[in-house]
């Protein structure tokens, strides 16, 4: 998000307003009945393409877009004016949108000259029906303040948007590194499963975006990844580490997990969308799984992409009771259950991104 015209210099709009403004003069002139010359007529008309020229060329610089389109509409404008007048009366509500318009969209600046030029061409048409300026003078007053509060307000409102949008990404990169740092803390209780979660969350992250999940879902997933085991918190040492087979009650423990990490994290209202896959990610595609014992499209797609990945992770690294499997050979085991305990479409993409990285060496 940016500021429009934030670094605009105002020398730069004195210049284009002076220029847009030679513009319409020199093109009044140039087509006036009196001027009968045609020499006259041509040199003003060389002058009108010089400048429209040296217009041109400055607004292909910088952000000089605003101020063309405010110097196109005043001059648009003015035929409007002389359209609408003899029908109502007054038509000086057609600068006078223009200047909204202007001003609201693109700023003070922008609209400042609209709000002068605008003025300039009433003061034209009024000077040469009534011979006065006075109104246009009142007008050029009333449609400059007008694009100043405007314009201003517009500002204000901008700055205060980039101001909580600044806000709001601190304090989303805040959470998210106290949540790093979480789960690391959470991984680190158990060195066998140190960095677990944030490789399964880079892993599970490149496999979503290869099925066409959104940014922000790949964000859920991310932190759901993240915490998935959060839960393990709430269960013991004893159960956790346990160096042998674990009975029917331990294993009914275990199986708590997901649901505790659920209960730990549903009061945190930006993990809200990471909830579901946290609670899921050990439900099985044949419906074998826990809690919910889930099975097929019912899981979401995040929650089946974390359930091969977790699993691909847990394979993949050292346990006390037995050595890395190599990743080929995790891939083979990962495979015989495509359809039972996973997704059948997640392994294959996941094979074919382990395979891309192998052949890229990354
Ligand atoms: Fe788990």
């Not at 979480?182 to 490149?206: F, K, N, P, W, Y």
């Amino acid at each position: 998000m940016t500021i429009k015209n934030q670094r605009f210099p105002i020398w730069r709009t004195i210049q284009i307003s002076m220029l847009a403004l030679a513009v319409w003069v020199f093109g009044a002139m140039a087509f006036m009945p009196a001027f009968k010359s045609h020499s006259t007529r041509l040199v003003m008309l060389i002058v009108l393409i010089t400048c429209l020229i040296i217009v041109a060329r400055l607004t292909r610089k910088d952000n000089y877009r605003s101020y063309l389109i405010a110097a196109i509409a005043s001059v648009v404008g003015a035929p409007a004016y002389y359209l609408i007048s003899p029908v109502t009366g007054h038509g000086e509500w057609v600068f006078a949108l223009i200047v909204i318009a202007i001003s609201s969209q693109w700023g003070t600046r922008p609209g400042l000259l609209a709000a002068v030029l605008s003025a300039i061409e009433y003061g034209f048409f009024t000077y040469y029906q009534t011979g006065a300026v006075t109104d246009a003078f009142i007008l050029a007053g009333l449609f400059s303040v007008s694009a100043l509060i405007i314009g201003t307000l517009v500002k204000h409102r901008e700055i205060a948007l980039v101001a909580r949008a600044h806000l709001a990404d601190e304090l989303e990169k805040t959470s998210e590194t106290t949540l790093i740092a979480l789960t690391r803390a959470l991984d680190a209780r158990d060195q066998d499963t140190e960095g677990h979660s944030e490789r399964t969350a880079i892993l599970a992250v490149e496999i979503g975006r290869e099925m066409g999940l959104k940014e922000a879902d790949l964000r859920s997933l991310h932190l759901a990844a993240l915490l998935h085991d959060i839960g393990k918190i709430g269960i013991s040492d004893a159960v956790l580490h346990k160096p042998g087979p674990l009975d029917e009650q331990e294993m009914a423990l275990i199986h708590k997990h997901p649901q505790i990490g659920y209960d730990i994290l549903k009061n945190i209202p930006f993990l809200n969308p990471a909830l579901d896959t946290v609670l899921h990610h050990h439900e099985k595609y044949n419906g074998k799984g826990y809690p919910n014992e889930l099975s097929g499209d019912s899981i979401s797609l995040p929650a089946r992409i974390l359930s091969v990945v977790d699993v691909y992770d847990a394979l993949t690294s050292h346990r006390p009771y037995r050595a890395a499997f190599p990743s080929e050979t995790a891939l083979e085991m990962i495979r015989e259950e495509a359809g039972q305990q996973f997704d059948p479409q997640v392994v294959q993409v996941l094979v074919r991104i382990l395979a891309d990285k192998k052949k890229t060496g990354k």
